[in-house]
């Protein structure tokens, strides 16, 4: 089994800044890519940014230059650095990984439970 622990939520005043840190553990091959993604009340679930194992990243229009995606491969950890925070940005933050259990199987999404980023305005 796969387990990812998100951790570093919380409330932010606008302007502020937060970090998300997201660690996978259990039965792990290889990851590629990691992310994260969020949903506000009432929306879909949309893609924040993803890292490679190698380094690249994506990122929504959105966020482009207000939060960097950075991974520790060594730890299957993941992290979001989010800066100059907007009342638009609260949401409920999910990491996501795409997993290979072993060298022959397949990657399989595995999510972690969400944590909650609200910026007051």
């Known amino acids: 089994q796969v387990q990812l622990v998100e951790s570093g939520g919380g409330l932010v005043q606008a302007g502020g800044s937060l970090r998300l840190s997201c660690a996978a553990s259990?039965?792990?091959?290889?990851?590629?890519?990691m992310g994260w993604y969020r949903q506000a009340p009432g929306e879909q679930r949309e893609l924040v940014a993803t890292i490679t194992s190698g380094g690249t990243t994506t990122y929504a229009d959105s966020v482009k230059g207000r939060f960097t995606i950075d991974r520790d491969n060594a730890k299957n950890t993941v992290y979001l650095q989010m800066s100059t925070l907007k009342p638009e940005d609260t949401a409920v933050y999910y990491c996501?990984?795409?997993?290979?259990?072993?060298?022959?199987?397949?990657?399989?999404?595995?999510w972690g439970q969400g944590t909650q980023v609200t910026v007051s305005s």
């Open positions: 996501n990984a795409e997993v290979r259990r072993s060298y022959w199987g397949s990657y399989s999404p595995y």
């Open positions: 259990g039965s792990i091959f290889s990851i590629n890519p």
